[in-house]
Structure formats: structure tokens, C-alpha cells
């Protein structure tokens, strides 16, 4: 079997990147692949979720000394480029087009295979190093993998990238639930993503001023991946908001999920929405901004949730007291949306990688 390596920026964070790059590597080193994953600077290198034990770990930039280079990408591709030689690495596979800031030159001149896995979108790449990351993508590697369609339209028609190099796998459940559940008797709204601009928190929270006026015994729940968690929740209290609650990461995504009735993704714009995914598969149903890109690609609108007007606060406010208020539908949907989830099992995901895998 082939000898791969996925290339991370930090491996300690609990965000949905990191949750789904583990989940990818955990199930091609149960196919029987040899799996690497390497993390650029991770300070402790040690996986915030479940790690295969045959997963081989290892950091480019592992100390204190090696981390004062952090912007000098020409030394973590020397140190790189060793470890591939040394593991006989067949195949990279970048978690994040950036991430070609060291592999390019790395593997400049090899035999070695590369797959670049943008989990974001076209228009993140706007800054001047992913600029530059994305034109080393373009000129040395063997796929681009792209985690919507509309994000796949997008590149084809704003880049010179060819068709066949652009490839559409969506991101895999990261979890299974083998069977629906019942969430009719809980008041609890959920929402899970790192603390930035783009997640949209600010917009959710000022919908919740409506929500909590009409619905006052309901709680909002906010999973941070990273951030200041606790300044958010000043942030609510600040706004005069008695029923919101901010916790840090979680490693049980699952029981997170299963413990609301509704979840509501509030960003600006998305890779993909692995959370809706997550959601769904546990029997909850979104309310979501219908933002680019990927949340109308997993929810179909009135069915399975609700889709909102990009940044329409009141709209999503409106949207989420109709499902409060309308436990038949809520828990309808809920079914719904599990059985939807299914599209994005791994048992379906899986062939698809591989298959780019081994053709390459």
C-alpha cells in the first residue's frame, strides 16, 4: 500500500479542519495504507481528536529554535522534504491549499505525488501568500480537491486551473449515529465553529435579542473551537442576554450535537459546513445563512431545514422561532435531515479518495 502523508498547520486544534483531516487519515490507515501526519507547528503535536495508533505523528517545526523560522517557509520545506525522503512518502496530501507554502518546494524535483484539499474556498484565497499558494498549487501539483460544487464552479471560472484538476469530494461525516433521535422535550439551540468574523456570532447573537423576547425558555449554546470563548459570552451578557451560554472545544461533538434541537450556523461564508453534517446526522435540523459556500448543498430548504437570506438577521431570528414554536415540524425535519445525512457517510466518501489516490 501507498505511503501517504497529510500535511496540517496545527494538529493540537479542535476545529472542524482538524476533525476531518483526522477522520480521512484514521479510515485510509484502516484500509491499510501507511499513514503519516505531519503538522507545521504544533507546539505539543498532539491530535485534539481520535487518532489512529498507526497514524505516525511528527511536527516540521518542533521546538522553540525551529519556530522562530514560523515565516520562513524555505526551512520547514528542508526539514519536510528530509521526512518524505526518509518515509518513502508516495503521496502529500495538503489540509489546507497554504500548506503548499512547504510542500511545493519539498517535493520540487520528485517522484512524489500531491494533492491539495482546499477546505475553504476561492475567495479566502484573496490574501498574497495564499495568493502565492494557490499559483504553487496550480504549477506543481496533481489535483485540487474541492469540498462543494459551487466552489468547483467558481475555480473554473475565474482560474486557469484545467476541469480534470479540479476534483468535488465532500467532506465525510465525522461521526456515525445508527439511528434517529428523539429530540422533541429539548429547548436548546446549538451553534459550533472557531471564534471569527466569519462564523458570524455577532449576527447570531443579535438575532437571539428577537428570539429570547418570543421564545424565553430556550438557550443558545455557542461550542467555540478556539478562541476567547468567555469574552463572547461577556460580549451576550453586555447585550443584555440572559440565556446564552459559550463553552470552549470538545472532543464529543457528538453528545454536544445530541444534546440541542436545533442548530444554527450564522457565518458570512463556508468552506463547506461540516457541522451541518454533524448536525444532521444526529437528528437535528439547521437554520442557516444560505452563505457561500455549501450550506444549500447539504440542506435542502423546508425539508431538512431552513435556509435564510445571507446576513438577514431578522429572517434568521423568524426562521429559528419557527421551528421553536413548532415541535411537529421541528422534530419532522430532524428526521429528515438524518436520513440526508447519509449522502455524506464515509462509506461513500472513502472510494472516492482512494480512487483519486491510487489514479494519480
Known amino acids: 500500500m501507498k505511503n ?21 487519515a484514521n479510515a485510509l490507515a484502516e484500509r491499510g495504507y501507511n499513514v503519516h501526519m505531519v503538522s507545521y507547528d504544533a507546539k505539543a503535536n ?62 520540487k524535483g520528485t517522484d512524489i505525488k500531491w494533492i491539495s484539499w482546499d477546505h475553504f474556498n476561492y475567495s479566502y484565497c484573496a490574501g498574497e501568500l495564499r495568493k502565492k499558494a494557490l499559483q504553487l498549487v496550480h504549477n506543481q501539483a496533481n489535483a485540487l480537491v474541492l469540498i462543494s460544487k459551487a466552489d468547483r464552479e467558481t475555480y473554473l471560472r475565474e482560474t486557469a486551473f484545467k476541469p480534470d484538476f ?8 465525522s461521526f456515525e449515529v445508527d439511528h434517529p433521535i428523539d429530540h422533541s ?39 467555540c473551537g478556539y478562541g476567547d470563548y468567555e469574552a463572547l459570552e461577556q460580549e451576550a451578557r453586555d447585550m443584555g442576554l440572559r440565556n446564552v451560554v459559550c463553552t470552549g472545544p470538545t472532543k464529543d461533538v457528538q453528545g454536544k450535537m445530541s444534546s440541542a434541537a436545533i442548530f444554527a450556523l450564522s ?73 440526508s445525512a447519509h449522502r455524506f457517510s464515509m462509506n461513500t466518501i472513502l472510494p472516492q479518495w482512494m480512487e483519486l489516490i491510487e489514479n494519480l
Not at 479540479?166 to 461525516?173: A, E, F, V
Not at 456570532?201 to 418570543?214: G, H, I
Request: glycine residues 6%.
Open 267 to 339: 457565518s458570512r461564508f463556508e468552506g463547506f459546513g461540516l457541522v451541518l453534517t454533524e448536525a444532521a446526522i444526529c437528528s437535528v435540523p439547521a437554520v442557516s445563512f444560505d452563505c457561500p459556500c455549501g450550506p444549500n448543498e447539504i440542506i435542502t430548504d423546508g425539508y431538512d431545514g431552513l435556509l435564510v437570506e445571507p446576513e438577514n438577521v431578522p429572517q434568521f431570528a423568524e426562521k429559528l422561532i419557527t421551528l421553536m414554536k413548532d415541535d411537529e415540524l421541528r422534530v419532522q425535519m430532524g428526521r429528515n435531515a438524518y436520513t
Open 46 to 107: 498532539r491530535p485534539f481528536f481520535h487518532c489512529d495508533g498507526r497514524i505516525k505523528l511528527w511536527c516540521i517545526l518542533d521546538n522553540i529554535f525551529h519556530r522562530r523560522f514560523r515565516w520562513h517557509f524555505w526551512y520547514g520545506a528542508y526539514r519536510f522534504r528530509r521526512y518524505l525522503k526518509k518515509n518513502k512518502i508516495d503521496v502529500v496530501i495538503d489540509i489546507d491549499t497554504f500548506n503548499a507554502l512547504w510542500t511545493a518546494p519539498a517535493i
Open 4 to 24: 501517504i502523508c497529510f500535511t496540517i498547520r496545527n494538529i493540537d486544534c479542535g476545529g472542524g479542519t482538524e476533525r476531518v483531516g483526522l477522520r480521512l
Open 166 to 173: 479540479l476534483k468535488q469530494i465532500y467532506n465525510p461525516l
Open 185 to 223: 422535550k429539548q429547548k436548546k439551540v446549538i451553534a459550533m465553529g472557531r471564534i471569527a468574523p466569519q462564523k458570524g456570532f455577532d449576527l447570531l447573537l443579535e438575532a437571539w435579542k428577537t428570539v429570547e423576547k418570543q421564545v424565553p425558555d430556550w438557550q443558545l449554546e455557542i461550542v
